[in-house]
Each structure stands twice: as C-alpha cells, then as structure tokens.
C-alpha cells in the first residue's frame, strides 16, 4: 500500500543545500529520506525534520556506487512504498588549475557529480515505472556548467555533464509522465563556498574573503545566495505546478550568468 504523503528523496542532504532543500520538502508536506556519507549529518538533519511533525528516515549511500543507490531506492520504497520526487544534489569540487589536472581529480569529480546522477536517475526513473508513478526527477547542475568557471574547470564540466544527462533523460522518461530538470545555483553561502574561497585566494595570493566578494559583485541583485533560494525552486519543481515543465537547467543565481 502506497503512504498518503509523497516521498522526497534527496542526496548529499546532509548539510548545505540539500539540507535545505530537505527542510523545505518537508515543510510542503513530504515524507524524506536523507542521503549523506555522513550518518551522524543525515541523523541531524532526520531530527529537524522529526520536529516538523513529518516522517523521516536517513541512509548512508555513496552515490558513486551504483549498487549503493539503488539500494537506497529500494529501502524507500520498503519504508514508504512510493517514490515521488528524486533530488539529484549530492555534489563534490575540486579547485586545481587547468594545467594541472589529472586523471585522478576527473575521476573523484566525476564518480560523484556525473556517475552520482546517473544512477539516481536510473533508479529513481525505474522505481517510478515499476509503481506507475509520475514522478519528478531533479539534478543539480551550477551555472559554473553553463559558463565555466577559473580553476574549477573539471567541476564544471561534471555539471555542464549533468545538463546534458537532464536534458536526455527528460526525452527518454516523458512518456512515462516523469519530469526531469536541473537548477544550476551561483554563488551560494555554504561550506563548500567558503573552501573555494579560501582555495583560490591562496592561487591568487589574496586575503581570505576577497574571492567571494569579487564574486558577489558580479551578482545582479547585489547578495550572495542562500541555500534557502535554491530550495524554494526545488519546491516548484518537485510541485504540482511544473507537471508541464521538462527538459530545463534553470539558473538560480541572482543573474550573476548576466555579468
């Protein structure tokens, strides 16, 4: 028997933007399972969302290991007998020079960012059609995939990588009635922002913060964004209201692609 609620799940949850997406699925009323290499994160962020009055549970997968993720797919449905909406988010990055990147650095890139959303595609995609269900599958690009970006250049061919999955699977899914879609953040105020910061800077040989503000005067609406932007356009594509939405990489920048 299928839950009365609609069931998210969404990888790399444990922290940053995909905890917030998390947050603001549950909020909208669904049932969420956390993904994180971290347990003890995935825990965290299970508990917040416990206090929400919404059912939760978290699990450990390595979406690099394909086994991993299906298996992932296949305790939601054991859990919650349905699978909704799939968030593509986990994600990793590397800064590194162009001419000094190896094989080593596009594989650790790759496995996650590209491999990673593959296969939550494919598992996602087949537990939709074995249950019928006209789900929503969503990738997490970055605008870095759409105009590049210095020292990250295997990063965002990882994410222009994720675009063109996005756009295949959505043509090979639609008849299904599966919708696939990418959000392509900027510069968000996470973590992982503040190590590329700190990164660059020492390449650049400039103070810590300067890198992020150079950045943050190339955003159009004047601010760095918060993984809270990303999650409330997650929420419109994991809503009813884009059913007639496929196929799109939309930035979510404060129009930092215009500069």
Same mark, same amino acid.
């Given at each position: 028997?299928?839950?009365?609620?609609?069931?998210?799940?969404?990888?790399?949850?444990?922290?940053?933007?995909?905890?917030?997406?998390?947050?603001?699925?549950?909020?909208?009323?669904?049932?969420?399972?956390?993904?994180?290499?971290?347990? /003890?994160?995935?825990?965290?962020?299970?508990?917040?969302?416990?206090?929400?009055?919404?059912?939760?549970?978290?699990?450990?997968?390595?979406?690099?290991?394909?086994?991993?993720?299906?298996?992932?797919?296949?305790?939601?449905?054991?859990?919650?007998?349905?699978?909704?909406?799939?968030?593509?988010?986990?994600?990793?990055?590397?800064?590194?020079?162009?001419?000094?990147?190896?094989?080593?650095?596009?594989?650790?890139?790759?496995?996650?960012?590209?491999?990673?959303?593959?296969?939550?595609?494919?598992?996602?995609?087949?537990?939709?059609?074995?249950?019928?269900?006209?789900?929503?599958?969503?990738?997490?690009?970055?605008?870095?995939?759409?105009?590049?970006?210095?020292?990250?250049?295997?990063?965002?061919?990882?994410?222009?990588?994720?675009?063109?999955?996005?756009?295949?699977?959505?043509?090979?899914?639609?008849?299904?009635?599966?919708?696939?879609?990418?959000?392509?953040?900027?510069?968000?105020?996470?973590?992982?922002?503040?190590?590329?910061?700190?990164?660059?800077?020492?390449?650049?040989?400039?103070?810590?913060?300067?890198?992020?503000?150079?950045?943050?005067?190339?955003?159009?609406?004047?601010?760095?964004?918060?993984?809270?932007?990303?999650?409330?356009?997650?929420?419109?594509?994991?809503?009813?209201? /884009?059913?007639?939405?496929?196929?799109?990489?939309?930035?979510?920048?404060?129009?930092?692609?215009?500069?």
């Amino acid at each position: 028997m299928m839950s009365d609620n609609k069931v998210a799940l969404i990888t790399g949850s444990g922290r940053g933007i995909g905890r917030a997406i998390a947050l603001r699925l549950a909020k909208d009323g669904f049932n969420i399972v956390i993904n994180d290499r971290n347990q /003890s994160r995935a825990n965290e962020v299970c508990e917040e969302i416990h206090q929400l009055g919404t059912k939760c549970i978290s699990f450990p997968a390595d979406v690099s290991r394909k086994e991993d993720v299906f298996r992932m797919v296949e305790e939601t449905i054991t859990q919650f007998g349905r699978l909704d909406v799939m968030v593509a988010n986990a994600g990793i990055l590397k800064v590194k020079p162009l001419l000094e990147i190896e094989k080593s650095d596009l594989d650790d890139v790759f496995n996650v960012n590209v491999h990673g959303v593959l296969y939550s595609i494919q598992a996602a995609a087949q537990a939709m059609i074995d249950l019928k269900i006209k789900g929503k599958i969503i990738t997490a690009s970055s605008i870095a995939g759409k105009r590049g970006s210095i020292y990250l250049a295997h990063y965002a061919a990882s994410k222009a990588a994720v675009i063109g999955l996005t756009h295949t699977a959505a043509r090979e899914l639609a008849p299904y009635g599966i919708t696939v879609n990418a959000y392509c953040p900027g510069v968000v105020h996470t973590e992982m922002w503040d190590d590329i910061d700190q990164s660059i800077g020492k390449l650049l040989n400039v103070s810590k913060g300067e890198v992020m503000k150079k950045r943050i005067d190339e955003i159009l609406l004047g601010r760095v964004e918060q993984p809270e932007d990303v999650a409330n356009f997650v929420s419109f594509l994991a809503s009813e209201d /884009s059913n007639y939405m496929t196929g799109q990489s939309i930035p979510i920048d404060g129009g930092i692609h215009l500069s």
